[in-house]
């Protein structure tokens, strides 16, 4: 039995089928996992994401300590409620977890890691955090609830005080800011609008059953999966790792090499890749023939080689098959999966595949 949030019980009565994930016994559908996707796209979904690891960063050297920490740079959270999203990662460059974080205050940070990389990530923060003299608290008392589609903001707006409601309906994309005991950010990974609202624990079922008596539609991991490689958003384990590099990852944007001065761990590595240039890129598929794209199939690229899908299967939005590979970096338009031994077609663009309900490849 793995860790369970303080949703579990609900997940069950509702008819979830549960799925081991990073260690939580986690809902994997409600029964449709399609129909749980469509719901995101066109209303509203909720996730219960409370098995991702909050870690609140607090101290007077907290910034100067997560400009070392990490890829992207955090002085340009320039005000309390700023959100950033980036990777942190080895002294050779590899992704150790990609992560959001948030300017709390002045002094105090918050970081949202990902479930499977909470104890790595705990003890690699503390490591580095020793030497700063900030304080480290990961916040275990805390759930943790996504809401995501066109409908969610303003879903989850009315179940505020009348007075908050236009406050959170003013969160700009990637703001967030506390309202009572909730801190609601707009952000989320879906590639729908909406909120993540953290809050205490003992009211997370509250909050839940409010949503959904409002008209959202409880969601599961598999729904998450497909609205995320829609949207094309990395997943950690499969498109990134710590024997990849952001470049490599189609991640180069979130990393800020820029004031030079910033000696951020695997800057040097980093350096070093940008001067000989990346042996292999991540790129979207969209497979021409029938068929459906996995993990681990192999692609071939005529006359260049040979590389390997890392997150593949079939979008509900676009009723065809879509994925993620790593190829070489001289990959061109058009390449060849192999699919139970058949070469099948497909063509290489650039992800998104789908943003806001809307396709972007055809």
């Known amino acids: 039995m793995g860790r369970r949030t303080a949703l579990f019980d609900r997940h069950r ?33 909720v996730f219960d994401v409370s098995h991702m690891g909050v870690v609140d960063v607090d101290g007077a050297r907290s910034r100067e300590f997560l400009e070392r920490l990490l890829a992207n740079d955090v002085t340009r959270l320039t005000a309390p409620g700023r959100a950033l999203y980036g990777c942190m990662l080895n002294e050779a460059g590899g992704i150790i977890d990609d992560l959001l974080a948030y300017r709390l205050e002045a002094s105090a940070f918050r970081i949202v890691v990902n479930a499977g990389r909470r104890e790595a990530d705990l003890a690699w923060i503390r490591r580095h955090a020793a030497e700063f003299g900030v304080s480290v608290v990961e916040r275990e008392d805390l759930a943790m609830l996504a809401v995501q589609g066109p409908e969610a903001r303003a879903l989850t707006a009315k179940l505020l005080p009348p007075a908050h409601a236009p406050e959170a309906l003013a969160l700009a994309p ?3 800011r506390p309202f009572d005991d909730w801190y609601v950010s707009r952000t989320g990974y879906t590639g729908e609008d909406g909120f993540e609202v953290m809050l205490p624990t003992a009211r997370a079922v509250d909050l ?11 969601c599961g991991l598999g729904a998450r999966d497909t609205l995320r490689l829609e949207a094309g958003l990395n997943l950690y384990g499969n498109d990134m790792d710590e024997e990849t590099d952001p470049f490599e990852s189609a991640l180069g944007w979130t990393v800020a090499m820029r004031p030079v001065t910033r000696r951020f761990i695997g800057r040097d590595a980093l350096e070093a890749i940008e001067r000989r ?9 969209l497979l021409v023939d029938r068929g459906v794209l996995r993990r681990h199939q192999t692609v071939t690229a005529p006359g260049v080689g040979v590389g390997e899908i890392t997150s593949g299967g079939f979008s509900p ?46």
């Open 13 to 45: 009565a509702l008819g979830a089928t549960t799925v081991d994930f990073g260690g939580w016994d986690m809902p994997l559908h409600y029964g449709s996992q399609i129909a749980e996707h469509h719901a995101v796209r066109r209303a509203a979904g």
């Open 174 to 176: 990637f703001h967030a």
């Open 208 to 218: 839940f059953e409010a949503l959904r008596a409002a008209g959202a539609v409880p």
């Open 277 to 285: 240039g990346s042996a292999r890129k991540l790129v979207g598929l």
């Open 317 to 362: 939005t676009l009723e065809r098959s879509i994925a993620f590979a790593r190829v070489p970096a001289a990959t061109g338009a058009e390449v060849e999966v192999d699919v139970r031994g058949r070469a099948l077609r497909a063509r290489v663009v650039k992800p998104p595949f789908v943003r806001n309900g809307q396709p972007l490849v055809s």
